[in-house]
């Protein structure tokens, strides 16, 4: 079945043009705003050929696959007659009111992170490539320490595409940040070009605000602040360059907005944001080394165990999304992310828990808990695992407590042994390759198997026959 096939499937399956809102994709879901849920067949949207699974909520999430769920979501928006914003000229007024009163539901705090989330989610495939080219030139020149010819234009070409997207990760994150807050994209990106220029040396020596012994410790310095500062920056672009907007001539508009609104918010973002921004993101780095990338054996098997058992818990009530900035922050400062392949195992312990459900399954003849697992368990492996949640443990309860309590062990052993990602993306075994050396991948490997294993383990203990048989 092909994309704009799938996407017509989902159409009339849930209910129709008239009954959508609006929809949206993450890194596996579709997520589809409808006016009245109930006019939703969750059940054939189950059944359908190319769906891993389906979360009965509203927004309506069905879950497609890293890659997949974009395809998709670009074919269903074609198809709905609906574009990014969830608004259109071919729905009527009632449906695009009912748009901005959904979006209206979250809570603030779900909001702020859902819409931080957005600005990193387009660049999740840039972050993975650049991650991989910048592992592949650090491998070369640990291979080849001298290599000439072909073997250095080839380091020297991985260097190129890795440091084209990641040394200048600040401006692609003002232009995604415009885009979210209705800043124009180009003074976004010029705003988080500013943090990155060689002028800010320059200007903090005047200051007398640059160390010269440890210039990360410049009250002001380029990349001071990161992407915390450039988030924040743009968000206050988007509103002075709408309230200058609206006072200037539209005969000036063109050159006097941007020119005013860099101006006011660009000296704002020198002088202010960036000093306070990056005192507080020195602050956050230090207490993310103390808890994720603590030397102290102890603290990292706790805080290890800790992470990957509530990660789960913290999806289903949408906190995840806040954890995105600090895998940006962690790559930005140490060059790789350590809490991404902590949180990895959280699905490693789903899919121990579901062979484990399977087992007991099997042995009371309930057919169709395998049949649902057999068809789930390959996503899970390679780290999509909502088909296991949605599916099998947290419909039954317990075993979603189970499967938390088995990742746990393969996130503190990621933990201790001080695994880090180059990129953060799908998780399972597909993330090997993201893993920063070969010793890293092993024990990430590694990881996995344990929470598997002890997954499977507390499953085993935890559930009885009769709550198989009556899943």
């Not at 994309?3 to 849930?14: C, G, Q, R, W």
């Amino acid at each position: 079945m092909t994309h704009e096939e799938l996407a017509e499937k989902i159409v009339t399956s849930v209910g129709g043009k008239d009954n959508i809102i609006t929809a949206e994709n993450c890194m596996t879901r579709l997520r589809i705003q409808l006016k009245d849920i109930t006019k939703a067949d969750c059940k054939s949207l189950k059944e359908t050929e190319g769906i891993l699974g389906v979360m009965e909520d509203n927004p309506l999430q069905i879950i497609l696959g890293p890659g997949k769920a974009k395809k998709v979501c670009e074919a269903f928006q074609t198809t709905a007659g609906i574009n990014k914003t969830g608004l259109s000229t071919e729905q009527n007024w009632e449906q695009n009111k009912a748009f901005i009163k959904a979006g209206q539901k979250d809570n603030i705090l779900k909001q702020g992170l859902r819409t931080i989330a957005n600005i990193f989610i387009p660049m999740i495939p840039a972050i993975i490539a650049a991650g991989l080219f910048n592992g592949l030139a650090s491998l070369l020149g640990q291979v080849y320490p001298n290599a000439t010819g072909f073997l250095l234009i080839l380091k020297n070409l991985f260097s190129l595409f890795g440091g084209a997207f990641l040394g200048y990760f600040a401006i692609y994150t003002g232009i995604n940040a415009a885009h979210q807050f209705g800043a124009t994209p180009a003074l976004g990106g010029m705003i988080g070009g500013a943090s990155i220029g060689a002028q800010i040396i320059n200007i903090s020596k005047q200051l007398g605000l640059y160390n010269v012994d440890v210039p990360l410790n410049s009250i002001l310095t380029t990349g001071k602040g990161g992407i915390i500062g450039v988030i924040i920056g743009v968000w206050i672009l988007a509103k002075i360059e709408q309230n200058i907007r609206k006072r200037i001539p539209d005969v000036l508009d063109l050159i006097v907005t941007p020119l005013l609104s860099i101006l006011i918010v660009g000296i704002t973002y020198v002088f202010i944001l960036m000093p306070v921004t990056g005192f507080l993101s020195d602050i956050l780095v230090k207490v993310l080394s103390l808890l994720i990338y603590s030397q102290n054996a102890v603290i990292s098997v706790i805080s290890g165990y800790v992470l990957s058992a509530l990660f789960l818990p913290m999806v289903l009530l949408g906190l995840h999304h806040g954890l995105i900035p600090i895998y940006a922050i962690q790559l930005e400062s140490l060059g790789g992310v350590t809490l991404f392949p902590v949180l990895a195992m959280a699905g490693a312990g789903q899919v121990g828990a579901a062979l484990a459900i399977y087992i007991k399954a099997k042995r009371i003849h309930n057919v169709r808990m395998q049949k649902t697992i057999l068809g789930a368990l390959p996503a899970g492996l390679l780290g999509v695992g909502e088909p296991l949640i949605y599916g099998v443990t947290l419909p039954m309860g317990k075993p979603f407590i189970t499967a938390g309590l088995g990742a746990g062990f393969g996130g503190a052993f990621v933990m201790l042994m001080h695994v880090m990602a180059i990129a953060w993306g799908p998780s399972g075994l597909v993330a090997i390759p993201l893993m920063r050396t070969p010793t890293m991948m092993l024990h990430y490997f590694i990881g996995l198997i344990v929470a598997y294993i002890m997954g499977f383990i507390i499953t085993s203990v935890g559930i009885k026959d009769n709550d198989v048989a009556n899943a």
